[in-house]
Every structure is written in structure tokens, then in C-alpha cells.
């Protein structure tokens, strides 16, 4: 419904929001491929293969696909987020401000996640559907390719009838770019979470400005310090989004 949001949040999930990454479910249930799944997820966040390729190739790899009770095996097992995570999702249900989840990781993991009450309810999610399971209530957008990202952004800021100016856009890797430069397009805030070296080349080589730079930011080559990733707090965001809404980026 129009009217009911003062603005809006569209982030990525793995490494950004949780130290975990999209194709983990399946390491878990498949732990002989891990080696191999970590290397095709580097791939995709370094831009060197499509989304569809990277899902093509895991496709191949695996026998058959995740049933529900092994991911629920996974999310007992090992679903964490960074601190304050699921605080700034509370936070910003009560402030109006839309939370959307916008992500390589599978459509399964947030619908199981959801059901076992380990995600608060309202949040918009757009994933993979690579792995996904039917009989789940929650709006659930698909990411095929990393061109989605922007369009679903872009789909439900305008059902919302929210303004490109009042949209934070958050991103951690390379996989994130195509994301960025749709949001510095329209003029919407962009914020580096646990920045890669990856994103900062992206937005530098398409002259695209990263508003805030949040949490761990890494330089080329340094390696994920998940430790010092742990200590960070989300709810450090709230005065980054507050900023935002308010002074509509002149701050910048």
C-alpha cells in the first residue's frame, strides 16, 4: 500500500548482513563440495561468471536438490547473523521503513528461516530459487541473474510508492556493482557492508560514490577477518538511515 513506508532498505545478505555465504545450505548437506562451491561463489562476487553460470554449475555438482528438513539441519545447526541484525530489522518495522532482503542466497533458506522464527515477519525477500520450497506465505521476489537486484529494488520501491531518494542500498562484494549503479542512477544511498576490494574496484572504475562505508572494509588481497566481522554491531546503521531519510543526502 502506498503511503506506508518512509523509505526503504534493499541489502544483500551473505558476508554482508550474516558472515555466511549463499551456497553454505549445500556445503552443509554436501560437505565433500565445499572446496568447490566456495570457489564458484568467489567467482560470481568477483564478476568473472553470471549468477546463472555459478547456479549451473552447482546444479551439476550436486545429486538433487536441498529437501526442507535439511535445511532446517543447516539453520539449527549454523544460521547466524552479524550483532544487531535482526534488532535493525525490528527497528525498522517500527519506523516504517522497509526492509528488504535482496540476495544470491537461496529462496529455501529465508522461507525455512522465517518458519522457524529465526527472522522477524514483514521483511520482503528476493533470492535465488534455485532452492525453494512451496506452502510458505512471505513475498518472495526472484534473483536469476544479478541484473535483478536493481529491478526487483526497483519493483517494490515502486509498489510503495517510496522515492529513489529515500532507498539505502547495501553491498559488500562485486556482485553487488550492477546493484550500485542502478541506486547512484536514480539517487539512491549506497552502503559498503563489510566492503570487498571487489566492490571498491566496481564503483571506482563506473565512478560510482559510496556513501558509507560500514563495518570491516577490505583492501585487495586481505583476507575475511570473520572475528573483527562478529564485534560489529548493525544497529550502528540506525543513524546512517535516520541521516538518510532526513536530510535526503544533502550531507553528501
Not at 529513489?164 to 552502503?191: E, N
Request: proline share 4%; aromatic share 8%.
Amino acid at each position: 500500500m502506498k503511503g506506508e513506508y518512509k523509505g526503504m532498505i534493499s541489502t544483500d545478505w551473505n558476508e554482508c548482513l550474516a558472515p555466511c555465504g549463499p551456497f553454505d545450505p549445500i556445503a552443509f548437506a554436501y560437505p565433500e563440495l565445499d572446496g568447490e562451491l566456495s570457489g564458484i561463489f568467489r567467482m560470481y562476487t568477483g564478476n568473472q561468471i553470471s549468477l546463472s553460470e555459478a547456479t549451473r554449475r552447482i546444479g551439476g555438482l550436486i545429486p538433487e536438490s536441498l529437501i526442507e528438513e535439511q535445511m532446517d539441519a543447516y539453520l539449527d545447526a549454523r544460521f547466524v547473523t552479524y550483532r544487531g541484525v535482526v534488532d535493525l530489522i525490528r527497528w525498522c518495522a517500527k519506523n516504517q521503513i522497509l526492509f528488504m532482503i535482496n540476495t544470491t542466497g537461496m529462496q529455501g533458506y529465508f522461507q525455512r528461516a522465517m518458519a522457524k522464527g529465526l527472522l522477524p515477519e514483514g521483511i520482503v525477500v528476493a533470492a535465488n530459487p534455485m532452492i525453494s520450497y512451496p506452502g510458505h506465505g512471505m513475498e518472495m521476489h526472484e534473483v536469476r541473474e544479478i541484473e535483478d537486484k536493481a529491478k526487483n529494488t526497483e519493483g517494490v520501491m515502486r509498489a510503495h510508492g517510496i522515492s529513489a531518494d529515500k532507498v539505502i542500498l547495501v553491498g559488500d562484494s562485486g556482485g553487488d556493482g550492477p546493484h550500485f549503479a542502478w541506486g547512484a542512477s536514480v539517487g539512491a544511498y549506497l552502503v559498503g557492508s563489510m566492503t570487498k576490494s571487489s566492490l571498491e574496484k566496481y564503483c571506482k572504475g563506473k565512478g560510482i560514490e559510496i556513501g558509507t562505508r560500514f563495518g570491516v572494509t577490505y583492501s585487495e588481497g586481505e583476507r575475511r577477518d570473520t572475528a573483527r566481522e562478529m564485534e560489529v554491531d548493525f544497529m550502528g546503521l540506525v543513524a546512517v538511515v535516520e541521516r538518510v531519510m532526513k536530510e535526503n543526502h544533502k550531507e553528501r
